[in-house]
Every structure is written in structure tokens, then in C-alpha cells.
């Protein structure tokens, strides 16, 4: 992105922002990145970055981990690998064994569904790959503790078992030589000790010539001496020869071995460059957590279209003092390209601009930004800035001429694609002169079709807003009544400086206010009390919309509980139903079951039966229990159709009455009395039942 002036960055406190990010970073890859961190115009590089990190913002803020904790600067390794003849330590080569796993861990990470999941965070290692064999060498010749193993070559495997048997010896006949000389009381210290590489003894000085040996040092006090006794010169010499043949075996190993490793120089760079990508993800993801940032919808044209958008800065800082933040909500699109921002001083023009500016310089450089993810936000060319008292000694230039020379460059420079912020545009010179060449620019700026947001005191910028296609007013909004700022932009309306509220509401003589408005023309007065008024009218009205909006919210709650009811007691009636069907269905089961099982063991017996009486007996039985289920249904449909037009009376059975027959449930009429029986008429058939089974009915009111 072109940016005028070169201070664009610093003025929008963009360094501020690269310098958190940095913070974030681990390897020196990723805080070189950040530091040289650049904005771009390219979509096709910009969605990716931003993509990037909101992928793994998801992973922060669902706990997921990724397998980039490994924190290595390989750089003087990686260079040393890629040279002729270079040999790398063992140190060196268990960092570059430390890259190499880090890498197996993130390409295992990568599965099926991860690779769908999360496919730009993939597209990092999409050209690169997985190579196993190098930390096989390295495993072949180095222990997990870094050091070279026995058998990483038969040379070093015979060398260090001798040194092994000749330090066996020497510590033996070094033990003796002790025991004998502090037996004669000649030793100073038993403990063990070395000089030059060399096993020695501790004596006293005035013992030294009484005993054989070199001597090779003494204390600082002269108090002790340190020889080397004679019996063990010849061992000493050859554990050092064996040491200095262990020296070069072991130099020789590992010259082989980074000779073997740098075929792969190139891959491990490309592991070094994959680890440092990941961090430098990790930093843009952690910075957004912090700032509350989100992805908004990128579009490759320009356009600017911020809903709930935060200060990044200023939202840290109130975060931390624990102070509110109010966000800015604003559209700048072909119809409305320019807007004007006006109000009281402090009340947050100049963070507005600065919050625009500064969020569209995060997302082209990659950065997610703290706005409400359906905000849509455009690609610009060039952002030009005209922040604050920019005159130049050096030029010996006034506050107005430097004002001037910046829109000059902004108004031969600007086109579609600029992005422009001017803070009090036409201020430092004539309030009337400085108002008319303001409005001159203002008209310039929009005929170049350019995008941008400017901030003004004056009152014909502010009427020529009105009128102006593509260019719209804005107020910050102002709470007269407490002379505080509401830090609130209303988009569509211009503001009022609250210049003499101001004044009176901090007890300045009234005399003297009376007399500054006399100075002021008419319309110019009428105009801005207008203002005022229009203002505090629009700050009531949006009170009441509040309010009656908090009750259309709890009269929605109040219906939404009660429809929550209703359908909880719904659901406790179909559970109830359900639970009665369900009973019945129980019941028909256990039925059909216990039918099953005793048919299939008549079948089972008739199988095994061979006497054919016993066969007829049997099946009188399977008759005699088919017939009494259909008994059964034949009685409860009886039973259903006698409750649905009878019901009993009790009393004396006696001819002429209507009875019921408890064993089938049938309805007659009794013709005659015999002892303890009765003749019941069954319509054309008469039948003999017993007194104690029947029952005296009569017909439901209405039946019959």
C-alpha cells in the first residue's frame, strides 16, 4: 500500500500495533516477520492471512492443541549444514533432530478431518514433506541425552571399551598408592583429584621428595602438592592417548554423519521457514484473542462498512483500566464516499478517524480486526493521512502551509482506490477563507471519487455535506446537560461545537457570552443553536426508542415463556398418553409371548407323543385355551357394548326385570322364578341361570 506521509504509520499508531504482535512471537523467524510486518493490496495474499489466523484463533479458543511449541533459531546450523566439510556437535545436531520431530508431529496432526477443517493452516506444508530418514541418522549415532553412542562405529566401540579396562586399572592402582601413602601419613586430602587431565595425589609439601613420582603443581599456599605417582605414569598415559583416539573417532563420527544430513539441507531450512510460519500464526491469533477480533467479509474493492468497530489500542487499554469502550458503526460506499465528522472537541472525532485508518492498515497487512464479524471491509491502494499541527521547521513552513502542501498531494494523488483521513480540514487560517478553500478541497476530493472521513469545526462544510452527492454528515454525540463526551458517532446529521453551552455551563460572565454572540452573524448563530437543539431532540427521541424497546424485549420474553409452558403442559398430556399405550402394548406383548411359549410346547409335545389319544388330548387343550382368548374378547366386546347402553341397578331379580348375565355379559329379561333359578328371555331362545349370576339393569336415559 502507498502511504502519504511516510509518518502514516506512526500517526495511525500502527508501530504500537506491530510491536504487540512481535511480543507474541517465540522465534526469531516469526519476530522478523512481524517487525518488517507490510500492507498489501492483493486479496489473493490478504484472505489466506487472514484465514490463517482466524483458523487458529479457533483452536485457541477451543483449547485444541498444535504442535508448534518447539522454539528454535537453527539459522547458523541450517548454514554450517549447507557447507562442504562443516561438522555440527552433538548439541547442533540434537536441535536439528528437535526440528525434524517438530515437523513429524505437525504432519501427523494434519488428518482427514483436520485437513478439511482447517485446509489454510494445511497449505502452509502443502510443498513441503515428511522426512523420516533424518532422525534415523541421527538416532543411529547420538543417545537420547545427546551424547555419541558406543556403537555408532566399531573404532569407537573398541576405543572406549580399552579405556574403560585402563581407567579400571588406574583407579586400582591409584587406590593402592593412596591407602599406602596416607598410611604413612604423607597425604593431605584422600579425596580424588586431577590436574592437566591427570590423576594425582594430594601431599603434604614437606613429604614431597620422600615420595616417587612427578610433581605437577601446587596450592596457592604452598601448603600441598599434587604428583602423580610413578606407579601410575605409565596407565595415565595411555587412558590420555586412549581419550585424544576417542576425541577423533568420536569428530570423525559426527563429520560423517553432517555430511550424511546435508542432502536434506534444503527440507530442514524448509522445516525451519514451516516452524517460524506457524509461530508468527500463533502471534496474529493470540493478538486478535486479546483484542477481541474477528474476521470480517473481505472485498476487493473499495469499500468500508464497520459494525461495532473498537479502537485496538484503546480497547486494551480501557480492558485493562477496566473502563467501557464505545464502538463505531459506519458505512463508506459509492453513494456515501466521504463523511464529515463534526462536534465538540475531546468528544472522539480524532479516535474515530484513527480507528477507520488504523483497522483498515490491520486487515491488509493480515490482522484480524475488533469488529462484528458481519462487517465488510474493502481493499484500498493508498491511504493518505492529515492528522494534527504537521508545520515543518526544517521547510520553515506555517501550520496552514504544511496544511496546504498535504492537500495538494492528497488532491493530485487521490483517486477511487485512496483511502483519506484529514483531521479539521482548513484549519490555521482564516475561519472564512480557511472554510471556503476546505470546501474547495472537500468538492476536489469527491470528484476523484476517493474514500475517506474529515473532521471540522466549520459550519459551510457541514451545509455543503447536506447537498453534496457522495458526501455525508456525521455528529459525535454530546450530553449538554453534563458537558460530557458521549464518544457516540450518529451517522446523518452534523454537530454542534456546544461552544457557548459550553461556556455557560462552566460559569463564564453571561455578559461576556451575550457579547460574543452579537459578534457572531445571525444565521451563523441560528444555525449552530439548531444544531444543538436537533441534537439533543435526536439523543430523547433515541432515549425513548430504548426504552420501548427494553419493553417490546420483555413483553417477547413474557410470550416466549408463556408459549414455553403451554408446550411443556402439551408434552406432559402426550407423555401421559404415551405412557398409557405404552402400558397396554406391555401388556398385549406379555400376552403374545406367553402364547408363544405355551404353543411351542404343545408343538414340542406333540413331537415327542406317539399314542394318538394323548395326541387328541392334547389338542383339546391348544382348542380349549384358542377358544377361551376368543371367550375372552367376545366378553370384553359384550362388556364395552352393555357400559355403552346399560347400567345396574342392584335389587331383587324378579320376572319382568332386565338382568345382566355375569358370565358373558349378555341382557335379558326374566320370564320366571324356579328355587334359586331363573328362566332369562335371550331374544327368541329362553335359558336357566342361577340367581347369584345375574344382575338387575336398566337402560341409560336417552337409550333405547
Known sequence: MKLFPESALMQLEFDKVKALLTAHCQTAYAKNKAEQLRIHTRLSYIEPELQQTNEYKLLLQNGIYFPNDIVLNLTNELKLLGISGAVL????????????????????????????????????????????EIIRLIDDVLDEYGNVK???????????????????????????????????????????????????????????RQVKGILLGESDTRKTSFIEPEETIELNNDVFTLEHAESREVYRVLRDLTKQLSVYAPLLKNYHGII????????????????????????????????????????????????????????????????????PNAGGKTVTLK??????????????????????????????????????????????????????????????????????????????????????????????HAFGIVTTHYLNLKVMANKTPGITNAAMAFDEKNLLPLYKLIIGKPGSSYTFSIAERIGMDPQLIARAKTMVAEDHFSLDKLLNRAEQDIRRLEQKEKELNKLLKENERLKKDMEHTMQREKHQQQVELLKQQNKINEERIAYLKDMERKLKQIVFDWRRMENQEDKTALMKQLHAMLFKQKEKQVKEKAKKKFDSRYIETGGEVKPGVKVRMMQNNQIGTVKEIRDKKAIVQLGVIPITVELKNLVVVQEKEGEG
Request: aromatic letters at 10%.
Open 89 to 132: 556437535n552433538e548439541e547442533q545436531l540434537m536441535s536439528i533432530r528437535k526440528l525434524a520431530d517438530a515437523m513429524k508431529q505437525v504432519f501427523h496432526w494434519f488428518d482427514a478431518e483436520r485437513k478439511v477443517v482447517y485446509p489454510t493452516l494445511l497449505q502452509v506444508i502443502a510443498d513441503s514433506y515428511y522426512e523420516k
Open 150 to 208: 558406543d556403537n555408532a562405529s566399531k573404532e569407537l566401540a573398541q576405543i572406549r571399551m580399552g579405556l574403560a579396562r585402563k581407567r579400571s586399572e588406574l583407579r586400582r592402582a591409584f587406590d593402592r598408592v593412596v591407602a599406602k601413602w596416607n598410611k604413612s601419613g604423607y597425604v593431605s586430602d584422600i579425596e580424588e583429584a586431577f590436574l592437566n587431565g591427570r590423576r594425582v595425589v594430594a601431599v603434604h609439601a614437606e613429604y614431597k
Open 276 to 343: 517460524g510460519e506457524y509461530d508468527f500464526i500463533r502471534a496474529k491469533a493470540k493478538l486478535a484473542a486479546d483484542m477481541g477480533a474477528s474476521y470480517p467479509v473481505v472485498q476487493d474493492k473499495a469499500h468500508v462498512h464497520l459494525i461495532q468497530a473498537f479502537h485496538p489500542l484503546l480497547y486494551l487499554y480501557n480492558q485493562r483500566s477496566g473502563k467501557p469502550v464505545m464502538p463505531v458503526t459506519l458505512t463508506l460506499d459509492e453513494k456515501n464516499r466521504i463523511l464529515v465528522i463534526s462536534g
Open 355 to 448: 480507528t477507520v485508518g488504523l483497522l483498515q492498515m490491520m486487515l491488509q497487512s493480515g490482522l484480524l480486526v475488533p469488529v462484528h464479524p458481519h462487517s465488510q471491509m474493502g481493499i484500498f491502494k493508498q491511504l493518505m493521512i492529515h492528522i494534527g499541527d504537521t508545520q515543518s521547521l526544517e521547510f520553515e513552513l506555517s501550520t496552514y502551509s504544511s496544511h496546504l502542501k498535504n492537500m495538494k498531494y492528497l488532491i493530485e494523488n487521490a483517486n477511487g482506490r485512496t483511502l483519506f483521513f484529514i483531521d479539521e480540514l482548513g484549519s490555521g487560517s482564516d475561519p472564512h477563507l480557511g472554510g471556503a478553500f476546505a470546501e474547495v478541497i472537500l468538492e476536489e476530493l469527491a470528484k476523484k
